[in-house]
């Protein structure tokens, strides 16, 4: 059974640092392609970047220069670094399987990420 | 970069109504867009993927079609499980995983 579980949510200060973890079961993370979404709240959803199985990233604008996404594939575990952290990073954020490289078909419960003094 | 218009914002249906939900690219994307389903508090789910296939498990009351610049997401006869507020997304132009404004669905 494929299953996705994040962590490292939290509160965090303006100019902060976080980490967001994605555990991964039921698939390997490095023979796909893996996205982390958002949504602000009471938004839409929004795509922050993506990581191509042979290990090309890719990022929004938003959070360009920013985040950094990368994977450990001993831990078959999908991360996101998030640095200069801002008031509208404020979202929960999904970590996604991505199917032939289109198709958001697994999506994680989601982990909360408040920036604010 | 693509822009998706998604319409209308909110809608609201009664149980066994037919709903119609479109979904507008500003630019071709050929059949590369997809449609999910989120429930309040929940992740997304993905319902539809190339703008017409039903993904394995989800009820064939859910239908899309449409290519091009215009699609259109269907209920053919609403539940109350199926409020939520559902979003397509396009995936001609990668990366960029755009995705459309949302259409929220309550039961009148």
Redesign the interface.
Known sequence: EVQLVESGGGLIQPGGSLRLSCAASGFTVSNNYMIWVRQAPGKGLEWVSVIYSGGSTYYADSVKGRFTISRDNSKNTLFLQMNSLRAEDTAVYYCARVRAIAVLDYWGQGSLVTVSS | DIQMTQSPPSLSASVGDRVTITCQASQDISY?L?W?Q?KPGK????LI??ASNL?TGVPSRFSGSGSGTNFTFTISSLQPEDIATY?C?Q?DN?????????TKLEIK
């Open positions: 590369y997809n999910y989120q992740a997304p789910k993905l993927f190339d993904e979003y997304q995936c990668l990366p960029l995983y755009t995705f459309g404004q949302g």
